[in-house]
Nanobody, 115 residues
Framework: QVQLVESGGGLVQPGGSLRLSCAAS????????ADWYRQTPGKERELVAR???????NYADSVKGRFTISRSNAKNTLYLQMNSLKPEDTAVYYC?????????WGKGTLVTVSS
């Protein structure tokens, strides 16, 4: 059974930084597509950043240059480094993994950017 557990969310002031983590069990990030999504009330879940099995990355235009997705194969953990945070980055952030055609989601971690 695949489980994804996010951590690292919290309250941060505008301009600050946070690093989200997503620990996986039952599968691996190293050869699969993994993403970070985010969602705010009343809006659809949106893709923030993606890393594929080969390590190539893609970002939403709204976070390019500020967020970095990465993974540790040794720790089987996915990361999202978020810098220069803005109030509009406030959302629940979800870890997502696609493995053998199946999709898995974490339960999310709340990021609040506010002064």
């Amino acid at each position: 059974q695949v489980q994804l557990v996010e951590s690292g969310g919290g309250l941060v002031q505008p301009g600050g930084s946070l690093r989200l983590s997503c620990a996986a069990s039952g599968s691996t990030f190293s050869r699969n597509v993994a993403d970070w999504y985010r969602q705010t009330p009343g809006k659809e879940r949106e893709l923030v950043a993606r890393i594929n099995g080969g390590g190539s990355t893609n970002y939403a235009d709204s976070v390019k240059g500020r967020f970095t997705i990465s993974r540790s194969n040794a720790k089987n953990t996915l990361y999202l480094q978020m810098n220069s945070l803005k109030p509009e980055d406030t959302a629940v952030y979800y870890c997502h993994l696609v493995s053998y055609g199946m999709e898995y989601w974490g339960k999310g971690t709340l990021v609040t950017v506010s002064s």
